[in-house]
């Protein structure tokens, strides 16, 4: 009988486990990063929002011990053909250029991604553009989308034009920065670059076409996101529907160089 107690108290014990807390509040802070770690913060929420799954800050290891890496991708991810998430019967439309870049005569197809993201006109490292380096062939090869015997040529397709497909799935480089490089489009004539207005536009759309992400009723969706997410989403919520586009621009704005999406005078608890 004692047993049986003894083990009554161990279950009971096992109940009373404390509540976990959300991870969103032990992600180390934004207002402690650079403007540019800021910028990678937004891009990995944008292709969050469009159904990736990714990889931040990707690191290309060199193979003999040195002091630094070969170089460092800040995003890749995948998003597969039939990605989608439906709220009350409607679906959300992800991005565009994004969704075209998926398809495969008239099929959705994986799509692979390789992103670069900065603060000024869109740029590629230079890492990700001289083939001599191989860089690029390790990246492919940890994505995992194409088979030993293609390698070479998806590597020789990216370094010449940004992008690689076959009927089965498609690997993009994509440059999101303030502008669009004219220049870089002629050196790569199938990369995909996407400016912060478009990024900004996006965002601020969704959440205006799908307020249900944003429920009120005492613990708000956006409380449970990472840094950016939680941080657009709390100055979402506190305009009560009446935000717009072009203040969304300018809190992302606000975010980059001050890591909340409030302006400085008017920054809100959570």
Same mark, same amino acid.
């Given at each position: ?111 692979? *991604?390789?992103?670069?993201? /900065? *603060? ?67 050196? *790569? ?78 920054? /809100?608890?959570?």
């Amino acid at each position: 009988m004692r047993w049986a107690d003894s083990t009554l108290n161990q279950s009971a014990e096992r109940e009373r486990v404390e509540p976990v807390p959300s991870l969103a509040n032990q992600m180390p802070t934004s207002r402690n990063e650079t403007a540019g770690a800021r910028a990678e913060r937004v891009a990995e929420w944008y292709f969050r929002l469009n159904g990736f799954l990714g990889i931040p800050s990707f690191i290309i290891h060199p193979d003999a011990v040195k002091a630094h890496p070969r170089t460092e991708a800040d995003f890749i991810g995948v998003r597969f053909g039939c990605s989608r998430e439906v709220i009350d019967g409607r679906v959300m439309e992800d991005h565009k250029p994004l969704v075209n870049c998926s398809i495969s005569i008239d099929e959705p197809i994986p799509l692979f *991604l390789i992103a670069e993201v /900065t *603060l000024n006109a869109c740029k590629v490292n230079g890492p990700y553009t001289d083939p001599r380096k191989r860089n690029l062939d390790r990246v492919i090869e940890r994505l995992g989308a194409v088979d030993a015997g293609e390698r070479h040529d998806a590597a020789r397709q990216l370094y010449a034009h940004g992008r690689w497909a076959n009927e089965y799935a498609a690997i993009q480089m994509v440059a999101i920065g303030r502008s669009k490089n004219d220049e870089l489009g002629k050196q *790569l004539d199938g990369l995909l670059q996407i400016t912060w207005d478009d990024v900004s536009e996006f965002v601020f759309e969704r959440f205006k076409t799908f307020p249900a992400k944003l429920p009120t009723h005492g613990n708000p969706v956006h409380r449970q996101w990472p840094d950016f997410g939680r941080n657009f989403g709390k100055w979402y919520a506190h305009g009560r529907g009446r935000r717009t586009s072009i203040q969304a621009r300018q809190a992302i704005q606000y975010y980059f160089d001050f890591g909340d999406c409030a302006a400085p005078s008017t920054s /809100t608890v959570d």
